[in-house]
């Protein structure tokens, strides 16, 4: 099988989540669509992120998910589920990642799990989150279908009592976005845990941050993966085989 730059891309985010903490044992699915296409490549059932390589990728098309629900030793259900629908339902989901990570999880439990504008992180996300506020279980279609519907035309969606789910047009774009979502989280949960004051940007400056973080005129999710893979090349470049 020859091994796209895709794959290579998808391996170094889950080597790079690993190193990171952010992934849960065998649990969590990352995926990226195909060029002009909405079928995807996704990590198979039972691969630990630090060891998956470009080639472990499964290609799962959408005229056969059904098939492929009958071998759930293939492909996790939920994520083809959570995956396959968002692809085919969200335009400009063009990559996902959904992990239970530490910070973005504890802020789903939280009864307001708004992400308060206290630093330049969480005013990043500012009035561009949507929240998935109808946790039924683990992910099956029914619960697939809904998410779809609420991540709007945001790239981040926090998912109520369960974890987080980022979006991107690229692998980078989404990684950017899950890393800097994750970062953002931390720190709002620490200064919470102090039961100090936040001081809590007002609403002008936090969306004039935001709209900054969009217009920044260099690629940082592009870059930010370059810069990822570089380090890896070094390290372990079997994250490509």
């Given at each position: 099988?020859?091994?796209?730059?895709?794959?290579?891309?998808?391996?170094?985010?889950?080597?790079?989540?690993?190193?990171l903490?952010?992934?849960?044992?065998?649990?969590?699915?990352?995926?990226?669509?195909?060029?002009?296409?909405?079928?995807?490549?996704?990590?198979?059932?039972?691969?630990?992120?630090?060891?998956?390589?470009?080639?472990?990728?499964?290609?799962?098309?959408?005229?056969?998910?059904e098939e492929i629900k009958k071998k759930p030793e293939l492909v996790d259900p939920t994520a083809l589920n959570i995956h396959g629908i968002i692809h085919k339902k969200v335009p400009h989901a063009r990559c996902i990642l959904h992990v239970h990570s530490k910070y973005a999880t504890a802020l789903s439990t939280l009864k307001d799990p708004t992400l308060q504008?206290?630093?330049?992180?969480?005013?990043?996300?500012?009035?561009?989150?949507?929240?998935?506020?109808?946790?039924?279980?683990?992910?099956?279609?029914?619960?697939?279908?809904?998410?779809?519907?609420a991540i709007g035309n945001n790239r981040s969606m926090l998912l109520a009592n369960?974890?987080?789910l980022t979006v991107g047009q690229t692998v980078g774009q989404a990684f950017d976005e899950l890393y800097y979502f994750e970062k953002a989280c931390e720190t709002y949960i620490?200064?919470?845990?102090?039961?100090?004051?936040?001081?809590?940007?007002?609403?002008?400056?936090?969306?004039?941050?935001?709209q900054e973080w969009e217009n920044y005129p260099v690629n940082m999710g592009e870059q930010h993966l370059k810069a990822i893979r570089s380090i890896l090349d070094k390290e372990d470049p079997s994250y490509k085989d």
């Open positions: 099988m020859e091994i796209n730059e895709l794959q290579q891309d998808l391996a170094a985010v889950f080597r790079w989540t690993a190193k903490n952010m992934n849960e044992g065998i649990a969590n699915h990352f995926s990226v669509c195909l060029p002009n296409s909405n079928d995807f490549y996704v990590n198979g059932s039972g691969m630990h992120f630090s060891s998956i390589k470009a080639s472990d990728m499964v290609l799962v098309e959408q005229n056969k998910i504008p206290i630093d330049q992180n969480t005013m990043r996300f500012y009035n561009r989150v949507a929240t998935y506020d109808d946790f039924g279980g683990l992910g099956f279609e029914e619960e697939s279908h809904k998410m779809a519907t369960h974890g987080i620490i200064a919470l845990s102090t039961n100090k004051e936040l001081k809590i940007a007002n609403s002008k400056v936090a969306e004039k941050t935001a």
